[in-house]
């Protein structure tokens, strides 16, 4: 069965500061991998997915992630955060039905 | 607004009563997902639809939940005997096939969620 870790649930930056939180995934087949975000209170809005090609996305609001699949991992960055950033975010893992698994989320505080 | 809108958005009740949420997908998404995130944690599959069939139900769907979706559009899902446990956030969401099919990559359009709250 699929699985996604998100090791660090709480993570604290400051604005400007540059950002990576980290995903690992366990999948039998060829990953199909998604960050998302959340707003408190709020759903979850899509920032990036990856399936095949590239292993360098680009998302929106300026995240990137990068595929390895011998580290079997789909990391986030971003260059400089914002403190309009400040949300959890979720990594996930689709089967082929197109349901997703979801990693526990970290939590990104910006400080001023 | 054509996003993926649920009903309620908040719902408060006490234990043992039961509860019924609505999820109103993109018009044109003929496949619907249920999923719980309780605090602290990421959402959990429930179940899922293609049209009007209910394909797939998680184990955590115990046989107080039921959903349905009877004319393909949108879909509800009811909680009988509500418990403690039942407390948390429950998303909708939505895909469209891709040419060709559904795609392990096709990108899920979420709902706000309802958030339960069973005192």
């Known amino acids: 069965a699929q699985s996604v870790t998100q090791p660090d649930i709480h993570i604290t930056v400051s604005e400007g500061a540059s950002l990576e939180l980290r995903c690992n995934y366990s999948y039998g087949a060829t990953p199909y991998l998604f960050w998302y975000v959340q707003s408190p209170g709020q759903g979850l809005q899509l920032l990036l997915k990856y399936f095949s090609g590239d292993t360098l996305v680009q998302g929106i609001k300026g995240f990137e992630a990068e595929f390895k699949r011998s580290q079997s991992s789909f990391n986030l960055r971003k260059p400089s955060v914002h403190w309009s950033d400040a949300a959890e975010y979720f990594c996930?893992?689709?089967?082929?039905?197109?349901?997703?698994?979801f990693g526990d989320g970290t939590t990104l505080t910006v400080k001023p | 607004d054509t996003g993926v809108s649920q009903d309620p958005r908040h719902k408060i009740t006490k234990r043992g009563q039961n509860v019924t949420f609505r999820c109103d997908p993109i018009s044109e998404h003929n496949r619907l997902y249920w999923y719980r995130q309780t605090l602290g944690q990421g959402p959990e599959f429930l179940t899922y639809f293609q049209n009007e069939a209910q394909l797939e139900k998680s184990r955590l769907l115990s046989d107080r939940f039921s959903a349905e979706r009877p004319k393909g559009s949108f879909s509800t899902l009811e909680i009988q005997r509500t418990e403690q446990g039942d407390s948390a956030m429950y998303l909708c969401a939505s895909i469209s096939p891709a040419t060709g099919g559904y795609n392990s990559y096709n990108e899920q359009f979420f709902g706000p969620g309802t958030r339960l709250t069973v005192l």
């Open positions: 996930a893992v689709n089967t082929n039905a197109g349901k997703s698994t």
